[in-house]
Nanobody
Framework: QVQLIESWGGLVQTGASLRLSCAAS????????IAWFRQAAGKVRELVAA????????LVADSVKDRFTISRGNAPNTIYLQMNGLEPEDTAVYYC?????????????????WGQGTQVTASS
């Protein structure tokens, strides 16, 4: 059973940075794509960024590509989402999600495994 655990959300001022982490365990991750989704209050859950198991394939949503990056960490099976220049519009619950394929999916139904989510709030 795959487990995904998100960490390091929080409350920050507009313009600040945060780095979210997602730690995966309980599976084989060489061909496992991990994505970050977010869901703001009253809105649909949307893809923010994703990275393939090899780390060679990445995708970042157009709405945040100038400010957010996704990467694999030195710690095994840890994915980071670096968020710079946070804006109130980035306020949401951020979820880590995974699928056992080395291909990025753009929709939440394509992902089998989900973390519990971590709140990010950017306040002006």
């Amino acid at each position: 059973q795959v487990q995904l655990i998100e960490s390091w959300g929080g409350l920050v001022q507009t313009g600040a940075s945060l780095r979210l982490s997602c730690a995966a365990s309980g599976g084989t991750f060489d061909i496992y794509t991990i994505a970050w989704f977010r869901q703001a209050a009253g809105k649909v859950r949307e893809l923010v960024a994703a990275i393939t198991g090899s780390g060679k394939g990445t995708l970042v949503a157009d709405s945040v590509k100038d400010r957010f990056t996704i990467s694999r960490g030195n710690a095994p099976n840890t994915i980071y989402l670096q968020m710079n220049g946070l804006e109130p519009e980035d306020t949401a619950v951020y979820y880590c999600a995974g699928r056992p394929y080395n291909i990025i999916g753009s929709y939440q139904y394509e992902y089998d495994d989900w973390g519990q989510g971590t709140q990010v709030t950017a306040s002006s």
